[in-house]
């Protein structure tokens, strides 16, 4: 059965014969299952010392149903992961404290340059096979894996002769089953395989309806960052593969997305003195609704017997455009007295971004000294992004054009036949970061800043200020390190030290110099994010145990926090921020053939240099709750046996106050967390026509109000929202 697995999981990621039996036989001398893609290595997950989970097709489907999304199925799983705001955008939810960096087959989704917050949807879950999480930041992929890496492998290549295909019938109801709360998804695939060719094409579409509270009570609408419900989805994708031999491999893969709202529907604003939620009714939300479309294509070449090692290449291409919608009253940053009279210009953005980049690597044990497994490779990336008012064709943030150029190496060196093991490497960062002379918007209100940081407040305004522009550059050598202890085969402990590297969120950093004589070349709030990460853990994995526990810290002397303006827009702060955490999860198989009970449980503690003004370098403030998760506890029972199988799941959000040392301004106590907790479940039964499914999202139909409005923007009344009520999936899929 592992071998099995391993021999799946490889052919999904192109590599061929000789790696993926190589692969196989290391994984059944070590009780690994998969190997992951992101790691950069063939080498097993029990041969890392990290802290890595896989998400398998089946425990991602079963997700997807009940809550909607990859995204909303990679937090429900993981404790250490932020609740989603259930929205289109996914700003502040992080992993560990820190930004995650989303990937397909490897290929960056993030605009880290202008975070758009929408790179959680840019593909069907339909289309992914499974999905690789690695925890805490490591520079593995390039940029922006401070929090960790969240990877989506898509479906691989048929591997039997001839045609075969799945389609999906799905429809969605609320609780009360009205009309405007129905949705429905439908989803085909079809792959075909002849000699050493193979192709595979798909299609997802999917109609979302209004969403309910667990008071039967329209969830309000977010009309600036986005919304999944009253939206339309289109998911394309395609792949095409041809052996060049027994061990090469050739494959192209293209996918596109797009989601659009409907724009039926305008906010109510709630009342957070008594509790009422935003909410919604029917109209007609001015300018174009929100969207979000991205495409991708992506060329690989992989030889698993290059000179005895292991050859992987891959050219790539992403392009996103995210649009904000726009409010029902007219947004004060947008406002130009040259233009029309204040008050009265409506405007609404949208993000605009190019990714082109290639990885290369070559990985083989070292001749003569089987036991020392090398990797050498190169990465380069090129991002060009820009933020665009599209009513009015100004330019917001300005066209910012950021490469990197990174050759790295690893080694890991078995030691005593696997008893012990010793890991490392360096990758060598070279970014440049160029942006040409702009202007600022003409008026707003908000707060001032200086040449050297974002912060010194006062009411101040845009004021249309010429910025000069620059090149500044950067380089920084990256280092990682580990050593695996397994005395006995599936018990482990680990630690590790690793570096991660991002650039701050450049967009909202330009767009706010308020002030002449800013030139980008000596503006030190530019300057990368560079995080570390150490981590101490254990695992488990014998018989009917799965477990694991880990402590980690990690720091980063510019870090990066968004602060929340008036105005409803968030700011960058670049101060010194420090993150601790335990993650303990515990799974068993019971006595009863098919049945296991799984807790998890994180608790993350956040703090940050509130000295803006004059930074000392010691953390004084908790971070709050747009900057980081509250910690956790999961429940789960699974039944898998024979053609049924069920799972029941119960998250507790654990209630939080967030506060500052003595002398120290302290917190908005409204921001303080509540906490709550949500029950789902599923149950799926495979007949000889398919298989049937009933999901259920928040089966007690609990009222709550979610993680994100609970803990910011305390007197904003039209982003008070509450979570979704119980809402039913029933299901169909069939293979042929």
């Not at 993030?110 to 879950?125: E, H, L």
């Not at 329209?218 to 989805?233: A, K, M």
């Not at 609404?348 to 290369?360: D, I, M, T, V, Y």
């Not at 509250?630 to 049924?644: I, Q």
Request: glycine share 12%; hydrophobic share 40%; aromatic share 8%.
């Amino acid at each position: 059965m592992i071998r099995k697995l391993i021999v799946a999981a490889l052919a999904s990621t192109a590599l061929s014969a000789p790696a993926v039996a190589q692969a196989a036989d290391d994984a059944e001398a070590t009780d690994a299952t998969i190997v992951v893609t992101a790691a950069r290595t063939i080498l097993p997950p029990n041969a890392l010392p990290l802290t890595i989970d896989i998400i398998d097709k089946q425990a991602l489907d079963q997700q997807i149903a009940i809550s909607g999304s990859v995204t909303d199925a990679v937090a429900t799983l993981t404790p250490s992961f932020s609740p989603t705001r259930q929205k289109l955008s996914g700003a502040g939810e992080t992993l560990r404290g820190r930004s995650p960096l989303y990937a397909i087959n490897g290929i960056p989704q993030s605009t880290p340059m202008r975070d758009g917050s929408r790179d959680g949807f840019t593909i069907d879950g339909f289309f992914i096979d499974r999905v690789e999480l690695i925890y805490g930041s490591n520079a593995l992929q390039g940029i922006g894996g401070t929090g960790g890496i969240v990877n989506q492998i898509t479906v691989g290549a048929p591997t039997a002769e001839g045609l075969g295909s799945r389609v999906l019938i799905q429809g969605t109801a609320g609780n009360d089953f009205s009309r405007d709360g129905l949705g429905g998804k439908v989803a085909g695939l079809v792959q075909y395989k002849a000699g050493r060719f193979d192709a595979t094409v798909g299609a997802a579409w999917e109609k979302r309806g209004a969403f309910y509270d667990g008071q039967g009570r329209h969830i309000g609408l977010n009309l600036t960052q986005g919304e999944t419900q009253d939206s339309r989805t289109l998911s394309l994708f395609a792949r095409l593969g041809y052996e060049l031999s027994s061990s090469a491999r050739i494959d192209l893969i293209a996918s596109r997305y797009e989601l659009e709202g409907d724009g039926d529907y305008v906010a109510i604003p709630g009342n957070r003195l008594t509790g009422v939620p935003t909410s919604a009714v029917r109209g007609n939300p001015p300018g174009v609704p929100a969207a979000n479309r991205v495409e991708t294509a992506a060329l690989s070449l992989t030889d698993s017997d290059l000179w005895g090692g292991n050859f992987v290449s891959q050219i790539f291409f992403n392009r996103s455009r995210d649009t904000f919608g726009g409010e029902v009253a007219p947004i004060a940053t947008f406002q130009d007295p040259a233009i029309a009279p204040v008050g009265t210009l409506f405007d609404q953005s949208q993000n605009r971004s190019r990714k082109l980049g290639a990885k290369f690597s070559y990985e083989r044990a070292l001749p003569g000294f089987e036991d020392l497994t090398l990797t050498i490779g190169f990465d380069a990336l090129l991002d060009k992004t820009e933020q665009a008012l599209i009513a009015t064709g100004r330019v917001w943030v300005p066209p910012s054009d950021f490469r990197s150029l990174a050759p790295f190496g690893q080694a890991n060196l078995k030691l005593f036949d696997g008893l012990v093991r010793l890991a490392g490497g360096v990758r060598w960062e070279n970014v440049r970061i160029r942006i040409d002379d702009y202007r600022t918007l003409a008026s707003t209100t908000f707060r001032a800043c200086s040449a050297t940081v974002t912060t010194n407040c006062g009411p101040s305004t845009y004021g249309g200020v010429a910025v000069g522009g620059g090149t500044p550059r950067f380089d920084d050598l990256l280092v990682n390190g580990g050593i695996i202890v397994e005395p006995w085969a599936g018990i482990r402990a680990y630690a590790s030290y690793a570096e991660g590297f991002t650039v701050p969120d450049i967009g909202r950093i330009t767009r706010a110099v308020n002030q002449p004589g800013i030139d980008i070349d000596t503006y030190l709030d530019i300057s990368p994010v560079v995080s570390n990460n150490r981590e101490v853990g254990v695992e488990v994995k014998r018989g009917p145990l799965d477990a694991s526990a880990t402590y980690f810290w990690s720091s980063s002397d510019k870090g990066q926090l968004l602060i929340a303006r008036p105005d409803r827009i968030f700011d960058v702060q670049r101060q010194r921020v420090e993150i601790e955490g335990l993650e303990i999860n515990l799974g068993v198989a019971l006595p009863i053939d098919g049945l296991r009970l799984g807790i998890g449980y994180a608790h993350l503690n956040g703090r940050y240099d509130s000295d803006s003004a004059n930074p000392d370098g010691i953390v004084d403030t908790d971070l709050d709750g747009v900057n980081i998760s509250p910690d956790r506890v999961n429940l789960n029972a699974t039944y898998n046996n024979g053609p049924l199988s069920a799972r029941v799941q119960t998250q507790f959000f654990l209630a939080r106050t967030f506060r500052a040392d003595t002398g120290k301004p302290q917190p908005d106590p409204r921001n303080n967390f509540g906490g709550y907790n949500v029950t789902d479940a599923s149950v799926r039964y495979q007949t000889g026509l398919g298989a049937l499914s009933l999901s259920v999202q928040n089966l007690f139909d609990k009222f709550y109000i979610d993680y994100s409005s609970d803990t910011r923007l305390p007197t904003d009344n039209l982003a008070f929202f509450a979570g979704r009520g119980r809402t039913f999936t029933l299901g169909w899929d069939y293979r042929f």
